[in-house]
């Protein structure tokens, strides 16, 4: 079965800095991976998807995202933070059997201005 | 409107007591999910469904039933509530995982 772990509980970045959010998968094929945004009080919306093709993939609010599977990760990074960013992030993977999603336990970014 | 809701948003029960949590999607999706929201575990899977009459359980099915009579609903059911099932409950659907899936607002459940 595949599992996913966000080693970061808590991020704080200051606005305008840069960002990367850590999450690490396990799967034995090739993963389906996506990240996904909460902000309070929400439901969650999906920032970017990578299932095949192209390891750097771009998403919405200019995330992107890298796959890399010699590490088994899938860390997601932004190049300068607004303080709307602000919110918790999971990273989730899916496998190819199955169309059911694990979440990690998310990573709380803080921005401080 | 189109789009996944669910209802209701907050909802306060008694141990013991049944409760039924709705999730209605206007967009004729296949596959619907339930999750749970706890601090420190992320969202667990509840139960999933591929589609009408069918269903599946996920990582936490223990004291919840599912039903789909129909594709555009798929309420979630604590047969007797208790404590351990305080929580935010989201729904999702979607065509498939390539897409990824839409998820719903929530519903933040607490048992007294």
């Known amino acids: 079965a595949q599992s996913v772990t966000q080693p970061d509980i808590h991020i704080t970045v200051s606005e305008g800095a840069s960002l990367e959010l850590r999450c690490n998968y396990s799967?034995?094929?090739?993963?389906?991976l996506f990240w996904y945004v909460q902000s309070p009080g929400q439901g969650l919306q999906l920032l970017l998807k990578y299932f095949s093709g192209d390891t750097l993939v771009q998403g919405i609010k200019g995330f992107e995202a890298e796959f890399k599977r010699s590490q088994s990760s899938f860390n997601l990074r932004k190049p300068s933070v607004h303080w709307s960013d602000a919110a918790e992030y999971f990273c989730?993977?899916?496998?190819?059997?199955?169309?059911?999603?694990?979440f990690g336990a998310g990573t709380i970014l803080r921005v401080k201005s | 409107d189109a789009g996944i809701t669910q209802s209701p948003r907050y909802k306060i029960t008694e141990t013991g007591r049944q409760v039924t949590l709705m999730c209605h999607q206007t967009w004729s999706h296949s596959y619907m999910f339930w999750y749970r929201q706890d601090l420190g575990h992320g969202l667990r899977l509840i139960y999933y469904s591929a589609a009408a009459d069918i269903t599946d359980k996920g990582e936490v099915p223990d004291g919840y039933v599912v039903s789909r009579s129909k594709t555009e609903n798929f309420p979630l059911t604590l047969e007797s509530a208790t404590r351990s099932q305080t929580s935010v409950y989201f729904c999702?659907?979607?065509?498939?995982?390539?897409?990824?899936?839409?998820f719903g607002s929530g519903t933040r459940l607490t048992v007294v």
């Open positions: 989730a993977v899916g496998s190819w059997d199955g169309n059911k999603l694990v």
């Open positions: 999702a659907s979607g065509g498939g995982q390539t897409n990824g899936y839409t």
């Open positions: 799967y034995g094929a090739t993963p389906y």
